[in-house]
Nanobody
Framework: QVQLVESGGGLVQAGGSLRLSCAASGSAFSIDAMGWYRQAPGKQRELVARITDGDTTVYADSVKGRFTISRDNAKNTVYLQMVSLKPDDTAVYYC??????????????????WGQGTQVTVSS
């Protein structure tokens, strides 16, 4: 079981910045991609940004040019630097990771894990 622990959310004024972090822990696993999703009240969860183990990135149109996702593979940690925040960015942000867990050879299993979520509130 791969666990994700997020940190860095909070309350910020419009135009401000925040940095989210998400660290993955567990035994004998590898991660293909990590990403951030968000869910605002009354709305569906949506992709914010994703990064693969080869550093290919994808961003939602609404955050392009303002958010930057990065990854430290040695620490199994993904970051989301958010600048020029807007009230519309207010949501619970969830970390996501996809990869494989390795057991006694040749057994391995794909996994998808989610963090517990961290609240980001942007005031106008």
């Amino acid at each position: 079981q791969v666990q994700l622990v997020e940190s860095g959310g909070g309350l910020v004024q419009a135009g401000g910045s925040l940095r989210l972090s998400c660290a993955a822990s567990g035994s004998a696993f590898s991660i293909d991609a990590m990403g951030w999703y968000r869910q605002a009240p009354g709305k569906q969860r949506e992709l914010v940004a994703r990064i693969t183990d080869g550093d290919t990135t994808v961003y939602a149109d609404s955050v392009k040019g303002r958010f930057t996702i990065s990854r430290d593979n040695a620490k199994n940690t993904v970051y989301l630097q958010m600048v020029s925040l807007k009230p519309d960015d207010t949501a619970v942000y969830y970390c996501n990771a996809k990869g494989r867990t390795y057991y006694q050879w040749p057994r391995r299993e794909d996994f998808t894990s989610w963090g517990q979520g961290t609240q980001v509130t942007v005031s106008s």
